[in-house]
């Protein structure tokens, strides 16, 4: 159980154009979900943090016009990076935190999803 | 504020031996802790977690980690370290009903056969 599924994996764009990376729940609802951004050999930086429901709230020094978020389900958050640039190439990971049983509290990640802007 | 340290940036160990990925923090309060891997490309999961009770935690694939309160530490260890093991480990604390998660800066483990 509690399994969080990110799509896609993999996605290359040009340059201006935007993306849209799912992050879904499969068996446990999550009413805060996290978006993180993780650099080649560094750490994960955390971006925003996703509240069903409600507005995200972004990190400082993250633009949230750029980095769009939604969570309109308790299981479906979504990451839209807008008008892309080769800066922004670069993994993207999700965290669901379960909201009840015996699990909660608890953190599951998807499996990332890897940007390539061109 | 919370945070997350994990000194070394990189430990190497030869199978078969036994392995420590070390990790300190700071925070107000009584901390819920956490360890994390992750393989290449891939997202990260879940080892084990200190919430309460033995100071002694068992988790996933053999690995284990102590809370130690005093020294403010939570040390990864397994007794014989395999060549899949090699991946990054993220040391992570949270406060009881804390929102956020925080992650220390990771340790790449290289298991050398």
């Known amino acids: 159980g509690a399994v969080v599924s990110q799509h896609p994996s993999r996605v290359i764009c040009k340059s201006g154009t935007s993306v849209k990376i799912e992050c879904r729940s499969l068996?446990?609802?999550?009413?805060?979900m996290f978006w993180y951004r993780q650099f080649p050999k560094k750490s994960l930086m955390l971006m925003a943090t996703?509240?069903?429901?409600?507005?995200?709230?972004?990190e400082q020094g993250v633009e949230k016009d750029k980095f769009l978020i939604n969570h309109a389900s308790l299981t479906l958050s979504t990451l839209t990076v807008t008008s892309a640039h080769p800066e922004d190439s670069s993994f993207y990971i999700c965290?669901?935190?379960?909201?009840?049983?015996?699990?909660?509290?608890?953190?599951?990640f998807g499996e990332g999803s890897r940007l390539t802007v061109l | 504020a919370q945070s997350v340290a994990q000194p070394e940036d990189q430990v190497n160990v030869a199978e078969g031996n036994p392995l420590t990925v070390k990790c300190t923090y700071s925070v107000s309060g009584n901390p819920y802790l956490f360890w994390y891997v992750q393989y290449p490309n891939r997202g990260l999961q879940f080892l084990l977690k200190?919430?309460?009770?033995?100071?002694l935690v068992k988790g996933s694939y053999g690995f284990e980690a102590e809370f130690n309160k005093s020294q403010t530490s939570f040390h990864l260890k397994k007794p014989s370290a395999l060549v899949s093991d090699s991946a990054l480990y993220f040391c992570?604390?949270?406060?009881?009903?804390?929102?956020?998660?925080?992650f220390g800066p990771g340790t790449r483990l290289s298991v050398l056969p």
């Open positions: 996703s509240n069903e429901g409600s507005k995200a709230t972004y």
């Open positions: 200190y919430i309460t009770g033995d100071n």
């Open positions: 992570a604390v949270r406060v009881p009903y804390g929102q956020n998660f925080v």
């Open positions: 068996d446990f609802q999550a009413t805060t």
């Open positions: 965290s669901a935190r379960v909201s009840s049983g015996s699990k909660a509290g608890e953190l599951f």
